[in-house]
């Protein structure tokens, strides 16, 4: 595991788009694993205004979402797929069937019709999830429905002032993110700090998720203290 800690969290968005960029420009055909949060609210935007210079970043790249609630419609507010529109498609030139959100199972032949995921960041949760895979998931589980923990419905309360947190979600599994060839942990602030620090500790356990990223060959970390 590669790690890196930047000054601030504009530092690690600055970081985390340059990866992603020079990611593109290596491969224009780059399958994309992306995630949702407020961490990488920063890459995106910066992502966003590079592309608005450049002549067709995202024409031909593929994207998967790690992740999307249950049992609330696409357009919601609350939803990934308004997430994503809002902070990153709706300002590139991605083309709108080659961005791919988890439905059911057969999210993982769309990922392997589309050549596997190239390059997926990733964001941390409190608890040391990844997606939505909370502790205790096994490391060989795939696409799968999962019961959100109250811990994680209160961390992404904000996005439902109605109250209504989903109670389900849709995720990639661990084994799928592990398959992608390189991976991008982004963590920023001191609300990250105990997972980081359990994460550095190199103990793998399916009780930390995040842990799983020791057995993959190529993971990143990018942190920073402050927060997004
Ligand atoms: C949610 C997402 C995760 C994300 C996590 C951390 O639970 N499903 O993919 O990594 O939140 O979010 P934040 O970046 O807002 O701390």
Not at 134 to 152: D, I, M, Q, Y
Not at 187 to 209: D, M, N, Q, Y
Request: aromatic fraction near 8%; hydrophobic fraction near 40%.
């Amino acid at each position: 595991m590669n790690w890196e800690t930047v000054a601030d969290y504009a530092a690690l968005s600055q970081r985390a788009a340059a990866i992603l960029l020079a990611g593109i420009r290596r491969d224009p055909r780059l399958v994309l694993g992306l995630p949702t949060g407020r961490t990488p609210i920063g890459m995106y935007e910066r992502v966003v205004a590079e592309c608005a210079r450049e002549y067709h970043c995202f024409r031909d790249v593929t994207t998967f979402n790690l992740d999307e609630y249950v049992g609330i419609p696409r357009e919601h507010p609350g939803s990934y797929y308004t997430f994503m529109r809002q902070h990153l498609f709706d300002h590139i030139d991605i083309d709108a069937v080659n961005a791919h959100f988890p439905d059911g199972p057969a999210y993982e032949g769309q990922i392997a019709a589309a050549g596997g995921l190239g390059l997926t960041f990733l964001g941390l949760g409190g608890n040391g999830h990844i997606a939505f895979n909370e502790p205790g998931t096994p490391f060989t589980a795939r696409t799968h429905v999962v019961a959100l923990s109250e811990h994680t419905r209160a961390a992404n309360a904000s996005l439902f002032p109605d109250g209504r947190v989903p109670t389900h979600a849709i995720t990639m599994g661990i084994a799928t993110i592990l398959e992608s060839r390189e991976i991008v942990l982004l963590a920023a602030g001191a609300s990250k700090r105990a997972a980081i620090e359990r994460l550095r500790s190199g103990e793998v356990t399916e009780e930390f998720p995040a842990s799983a990223l020791w057995k993959h060959p190529s993971v990143r970390v990018i942190l920073s203290e402050c927060g997004a």
